[in-house]
T-cell receptor
Framework: QQQVKQSPQSLIVQKGGISIINCAYE??????FPWYQQFPGKGPALLIA?????SEKKEGRFTISFNKSAKQFSLHIMDSQPGDSATYFC??????????????FGQGTILTVHP | DAGVTQSPTHLIKTRGQQVTLRCSPK?????VSWYQQALGQGPQFIFQ???????QRGNFPDRFSGHQFPNYSSELNVNALLLGDSALYLC???????????FGSGTRLTVV
């Protein structure tokens, strides 16, 4: 019930291409969906987040698409760059993103962008 | 503006030993959460501390305990270490009601 399933496990794209990572959840109480980027030896860093009252949010080259009825959300990275090569995690929380909410993470996607 | 600081960065312990990990939250943050990240996996929530009390706890045994001090810094203690406790331990801080977690770079614990 608390799981967040993420796919694919790994992704290779060419510079300038579009990277797409998908997540699905079961718990309908989740109301905050962030994406984190993690580089080797570092902790996760918040990239972008969405709440279920909107279907899409865009920040620069990063876009979250959210489908509440399907309980799915995805991250799109436009014009992917070698510097985007990292591990990406989707997550979900049931406390509106406040400090009360624990984050449930997906398993992660290793993104490699070839120059 | 310092972010979340964790110490030590790396640690090697023997099975059965006890370990203490430390976290200083980002300036202005009052809540500290701890996560365990096994190799190749997403972080798993251990517990959260606010006002020096454990506010929420994940599915971890009592061997995992914590503490928050009046200056909001926190410690994670693990007793009777098992090989399976080998992981990256992440501390995340936040400000009550404001949302948004800032993660530290973690402590890499290896149990041999």
């Amino acid at each position: 019930q608390q799981q967040v399933k993420q796919s694919p496990q790994s992704l290779i794209v060419q510079k300038g291409g579009i990277s797409i990572i998908n997540c699905a959840y079961e718990n309908t109480a989740f109301d905050y969906f962030p994406w984190y980027q993690q580089f080797p030896g570092k902790g996760p860093a918040l990239l972008i987040a969405i709440r279920p009252d909107v279907s899409e949010k865009k920040e620069g080259r990063f876009t979250i698409s959210f489908n509440k009825s399907a309980k799915q959300f995805s991250l799109h990275i436009m014009d992917s760059q070698p510097g985007d090569s990292a591990t990406y995690f989707c997550a979900a929380s049931d406390a509106g993103g406040t400090s009360y909410g624990k984050l449930t993470f997906g398993q992660g996607t290793i993104l490699t962008v070839h120059p | 503006d310092a972010g979340v600081t964790q110490s030590p960065t790396h640690l090697i312990k023997t099975r059965g030993q006890q370990v203490t990990l430390r976290c200083s939250p980002k300036s202005g943050h009052d809540t500290v959460s701890w996560y365990q990240q096994a190799l190749g996996q997403g972080p798993q929530f251990i517990f959260q501390y606010y006002e020096e009390e454990e506010r929420q706890r994940g599915n971890f045994p009592d061997r995992f305990s914590g503490h928050q001090f009046p200056n909001y810094s926190s410690e994670l203690n693990v007793n009777a270490l098992l090989l399976g406790d080998s992981a990256l331990y992440l501390c995340a801080s936040s400000l009550t009601g404001a949302g948004g977690y800032t993660f530290g770079s973690g402590t890499r614990l290896t149990v041999v």
